[in-house]
């Protein structure tokens, strides 16, 4: 069974630019998770997707931030336009309904925003 | 609001020697508690995990980890770490009462290990 996998595993664009991360959740996996790792600073959740629908997404910093889940399989989270501060590892998680607290992570989405 | 803290940044050992990393929460009641670890360029894998029961809990790679509730700590042990055990740890809790199932970390600790 393969894991969590995201894309792209490093992506370095300027201020202002448009950035689109993907990640593909185990497959029956209905729930997702992104989670983002500020340089030096502990990771942080940013929200929880049930199928299609947003659970929570009490985390997210800011409008320039968009998470869609389409058809409730693999997620993206946009950012757009890029600031120097959201730069940071980005993480996705999925997890069995039926054991929610079982989260497997992907290996994370390296942003650098210069 | 719960809060986790991993007082070590960086702890080295030596390979064959003990490992202890700590970790501190705070929150209301008693949290689901968890260890995930992160080796260079993977994501971050579940060790162990605590709901309720024994406090002594036995997980992957031959880790254990203690709860207790009087200090509000849950600290990570090995008794021999190998050189593959060099990676990033981290602490997190869940929340119980919460819907939302996520997850707060802690900081995190470098463990590197000599050889």
């Known amino acids: 069974e393969a894991g969590v996998t995201q894309f792209p595993s490093h992506s370095v664009i300027e201020k202002g630019q448009t950035v689109t991360l993907r990640c593909d959740p185990i497959?029956?996996?209905?729930?997702l998770y992104w989670y983002r790792r500020v340089m030096g600073k502990e990771i942080k959740f940013l929200l929880h997707?049930?199928?299609?629908?947003?659970?929570?997404e009490s985390g997210m910093p800011n409008n320039r931030f968009l998470a869609e889940r389409t058809g409730g399989t693999y997620s993206t989270l946009k950012v757009q336009p890029a600031e120097l501060e959201d730069s940071g590892v980005y993480f996705c998680a999925s997890s069995q309904d039926r054991r929610r607290y079982e989260q497997y992570f992907g290996p994370g989405t390296r942003l650098t925003v210069t | 609001a719960q809060s986790v803290t991993q007082p070590d940044i960086h702890i080295t050992v030596s390979e064959g020697a003990s490992l202890e990393l700590r970790c501190n929460y705070s929150?209301?009641?008693?949290?689901?508690l968890f260890w995930y670890v992160q080796s260079p360029g993977q994501g971050l894998q579940l060790l162990l995990k605590y709901f309720s029961g024994d406090t002594l809990v036995q997980g992957i790679k031959g880790f254990e980890a203690e709860f207790k509730r009087s200090q509000s700590s849950f600290n990570l042990r090995k008794p021999s770490v190998h050189w593959s055990d060099a990676a990033e740890y981290f602490c997190a809790v869940g929340d119980p009462q919460a819907a939302g199932n996520k997850l707060t970390f802690g900081g995190g600790t470098r463990v590197l290990v000599k050889p």
């Open positions: 929150y209301g009641a008693t949290p689901y």
């Open positions: 497959s029956g996996h209905d729930n």
């Open positions: 997707f049930v199928k299609e629908s947003k659970q929570d």
